[in-house]
């Protein structure tokens, strides 16, 4: 289940062209075991894995909506995680179980501005903090190869972007930045076997357009990665270096 709740402080039609609104969420969840999970354990009572998620938030607007401006805090807990027992057995007498918990907590902001119906600018960011918890029954102790509070894998503690877009009657163009910080990762070949690791940040930047030739007809390009960064989302896949792309679009008629 999932409850959501809203309340506009000042309405859009304020005079000095501003409006307020405040808004929560709180929300669980759930992961049933996979298959593989469940082909791999001698525990017949292997359950689903939980989560407990809240957020609140201010949406504030300004000049006649022309500025919007955004943020939220939230706060994730994730419970019963099915982990390999191992060297925690004093936790569990079967080889896997729901015992392994971590939480999620952070804020994110954002800006718009559209200073011309044909012109939008957006920028972005998050600041995110994870920690592996102890796990049920072993004080102090977190599943192998971590320890408690550790960041989770592949959550990034800083974040964020810049969105640029022009439209015009026959011409779009637009450009969007965007930033990593460094992440914890397992090793690409043996995985949380073979250790965490320090897989680090990154900055890319991508650009394109568009033309109408015709009332049908558009001709797309977009160049991603456009400065040539070298780097990883996951640590030992190397992304694309600088990559163009080109299209057509035709619209058929109806």
Not at 78 to 103: E, F
Request: charged share 20%; proline share 5%; aromatic share 8%.
């Amino acid at each position: 289940p999932k409850v959501t709740a809203a309340w506009t402080v000042v309405p859009a039609a304020h005079p000095r062209g501003a409006s307020t609104r405040l808004r929560m969420a709180a929300g669980t969840g759930i992961r049933p075991p996979d298959a593989f999970e469940i082909a791999f354990t001698d525990n017949p009572g292997l359950a689903p894995e939980r989560s407990v998620s809240v957020e609140a938030g201010i949406v504030q607007t300004l000049a006649g909506g022309a500025v919007q401006a955004e943020a939220t805090i939230f706060h994730n807990r994730y419970d019963d995680l099915i982990i390999s027992v191992g060297r925690l057995s004093g936790s569990s007498r079967y080889r896997t179980d729901n015992i392994a918990n971590a939480r999620a907590r952070g804020t994110e902001f954002s800006l718009a501005w559209r200073p011309r119906a044909d012109l939008a600018a957006r920028s972005h960011y998050t600041w995110l903090d994870t920690a592996v918890l102890e796990v049920d029954g072993a004080a102090g102790q977190a599943a192998a190869p971590f320890a408690v509070g550790d960041r989770l894998l592949r959550r990034p503690t800083h974040q964020g972007g810049l969105d640029l877009a022009w439209t015009g009657r026959r011409f779009q163009a637009f450009a969007a930045a965007t930033v990593r910080g460094a992440t914890l990762d397992v090793e690409p070949n043996f995985g949380a076997f073979g250790g965490v690791f320090e897989n680090r940040g990154y900055g890319i930047l991508t650009v394109g357009g568009a033309w109408t030739v015709a009332s049908r007809l558009t001709l797309q390009a977009r160049v991603v990665n456009a400065l040539g960064a070298r780097y990883e989302d996951v640590l030992g896949y190397p992304a694309l270096g600088r990559t163009a792309y080109a299209g057509l679009r035709v619209a058929a008629g109806r």
